[in-house]
């Protein structure tokens, strides 16, 4: 499956190919013999460590030496000391002492997001290396969207189970910003959720169309109209929305042409299918739901048909960090997605790209 991002098969050492690349950028070296003709501003560069930029991202964002010490189980002047190594070997000062707070000074506010970027770099990296130490342990962090579960997690999850009863899995459903954020941080192997930030660092594979529809009531009026539905048809119903950091709720909130953009906010708001459950139990208003999600339960007890005209669909992703490495269970477990997607009956219109 080729969508112009890395396929999720990659080696270690594409990821500690990109590790080095940043350390590079960010104008940092590991320590190393140094030539007899390098010149001293090479010399100090070397001395500057990943313990050197975990103290200085630590009292950047407590703004304390006394908290950041703390954070770092060293003792304040063992802190002070390293940071004050790292303000020579810059040749900048990093950090304006008050009595009350200690803050970035404005030349090294930039470094911040470059320092953050190596350890996180850094922290994958061992993280992918202790991912094939595990395959041989046996666990799987996923995260996917609530309204994934029934229908794509759940029989994925039953067929590999029979193949691998050894293994064991841990499942974190939530809203696409969530997943995004939680895979970005290595706290997950990979999710399944629509695409809502995009970040640079993070692959976003499609593999799921999923049809957009109305969810209402049983007795609601809208199902009086027997033909096909639009979404003009739901202009005059009262309409419960979801909200921006859901990949459900962005993609309708970023089509105005859809009716829906101005109601919202005016509107009931869910933050999840559980929660629109709810609220659709009080009776008199409507929804929009993919197919998927308006089929799983509890929200399949309402009344559910496709909108057209236009018709709508939610791209649904295999997320996964940039250039990275699965363990051999993590890979089994996406062949076995991928393969029950290609072959189930009971999708309701939802289809494998």
Request: hydrophobic share 40%.
């Amino acid at each position: 499956m080729d969508h112009g991002r890395s396929s999720p098969r990659l080696e270690i050492g594409a990821r500690a190919q990109g590790f080095m690349t940043t350390m590079g950028r960010a104008g940092l070296t590991f320590r190393r013999p140094i030539s007899g003709c390098a010149n001293k501003g090479r010399k100090m560069a070397a001395r500057i460590s990943l313990r050197h930029l975990r103290c200085f991202v630590a009292v950047a964002e407590t703004g304390s030496f006394t908290l950041a010490a703390g954070r770092l189980f060293q003792t304040q002047s063992s802190l002070t000391a390293t940071i004050q190594q790292l303000e020579v070997s810059a040749g900048l000062k990093l950090f304006d002492r008050t009595t009350r707070r200690v803050e970035l000074t404005r030349d090294a506010a930039w470094f911040k997001a470059v320092a953050d970027r190596v350890l996180r770099e850094f922290d994958n990296a061992i993280s992918d290396l202790q991912a094939v130490a595990r395959s041989q342990q046996g666990h799987i962090r996923i995260a996917a969207a609530p309204s994934l579960m029934t229908h794509v997690l759940g029989p994925t999850l039953a067929s590999f189970r029979q193949s691998y009863p050894s293994i064991s899995i841990s499942v974190t459903d939530g809203g696409s910003d969530k997943i995004e954020r939680a895979i970005l941080n290595g706290e997950m192997e990979f999710g399944i959720a629509s695409r809502l930030n995009n970040f640079p660092d993070l692959d976003y594979v499609p593999i799921l169309s999923d049809p957009y529809g109305v969810v209402y009531p049983a007795n609601h009026p809208i199902a009086d109209l027997k033909r096909d539905l639009t979404w003009k048809d739901l202009e005059p119903h009262d309409y419960i929305g979801l909200t921006g950091d859901t990949g459900i709720g962005a993609l309708l909130d970023k089509n105005p042409e859809l009716g829906l953009q101005g109601r919202a906010a005016a509107s009931d708001r869910a933050s999840s299918t559980t929660s629109l459950y709810a609220l659709l139990s009080l009776g008199g208003k409507l929804s929009v739901l993919p197919a998927l999600a308006a089929n799983s339960a509890p929200l399949s007890e309402f009344e559910f048909r496709l909108l057209y005209s236009p018709q709508i669909t939610r791209e649904v992703c295999l997320i996964t960090r940039h250039q990275r490495s699965f363990s051999p269970n993590t890979q089994r477990i996406l062949d076995v997605l991928l393969a029950t997607i290609k072959n189930s009956d009971h999708l309701y219109g939802a289809k494998a790209i």
